[in-house]
């Protein structure tokens, strides 16, 4: 790495996360190089004195460590075996910030290793908010030795006593899934005792005002009923499109996850009738639920 203190830092995607990210990483004195596929998300990174890169490639080239915030898990291994395999080099550090499948995370550590590479998968929860303020939750996975030089970086970006490093090559993916199952299972939980009422013919209102408005899991389940009276109940989130990523990983450790197959099978059952928090398509389970009584 040229510099130990500011390591020239690489990013991409640009959407919601990520260009919230780069501002934050600018500000704290981080010379930077991103890209975006949709180059008019490029554009902003003019307005913070960063280089716009003509492709993921340049990227590469072109920093130390190299950070991606992109939209799936298809996409991240994508660019990576497109842009990152040919082309890292020894002492280059690779940051998943994405939500993506833990085996395949190990095998690219794996990959990139050979030629010197390190890849961190370093998952975030908290949304854009979180990424505005630099307050995420962190998920950090990877040789712990080169994970403690990246953590100044990841303190930019997350809360630090939330920067949380768990364990070697995919451990960071792991832990995201215990997030993303804890907010889905939840959510779908709230939903299927939303819905019963509902289905059998009781004013949604009268549910929450008998169920809901109180603290712990009764506030939880205050706001899912207030999004389904808004009319939004089919645009809840139980992050479908990430479950297989942790059935197939609970597959390969032999453990089994019967709540979040059931759910997924469920869903699976329906049309994509709606996009999710990350902009991707996905099935909504309110409306699996709800369909028959409409």
Known sequence: ??????????????????????????????????????????????????????????????????????????????????????NAVDGQIFIDLGTSEIEKTKELACILSEKGATLIDAPVSGGPHGSETGTLRIFVGGDEKVVGKSRPILEVLGEPKYVVYC????????????????????????????????????????????????????????????????????????????????LDAAEAIGFEIPMTEALYNFCKKGSFTMYDNMNRTSRSFWHELTKESK
Not at 55 to 74: A, F, G, K, N, Y
Request: hydrophobic share 40%; net charge negative; aromatic share 8%.
């Open 1 to 86: 790495m040229k510099s130990e203190i500011y390591p020239k830092i690489g990013f991409i995607g640009l959407g919601n996360m990520g260009s919230r990210m780069v501002k934050n990483l600018c500000s704290a004195g981080y010379s930077l190089i991103g890209y975006d596929i949709d180059e008019t998300k490029c554009e902003m990174l003019t307005t913070i004195r960063a280089t716009i890169a003509g492709d993921s490639s340049q990227v590469v080239h072109e920093s130390d460590i190299v950070m991606t915030s992109l939209r799936s898990s298809d996409v991240f291994f994508s660019v990576a075996e497109e842009h990152f395999i040919s």
């Open 167 to 246: 364990g070697p090559s995919g451990s960071g993916q792991i832990v995201k899934g215990v997030n993303q199952l804890v907010m889905g299972l939840s959510a779908a939980a709230y939903m299927e005792a939303m819905a019963f009422g509902v289905c059998a013919g009781v004013d949604p209102n009268a549910i929450r005002e008998a169920v809901g408005l109180g603290d712990s899991w009764r506030g939880e389940f205050d706001k899912i009923a207030k999004r389904i009276i808004e009319g939004k109940g089919e645009s809840l989130v139980i992050k479908y499109p990430e479950l297989p990523y942790f």
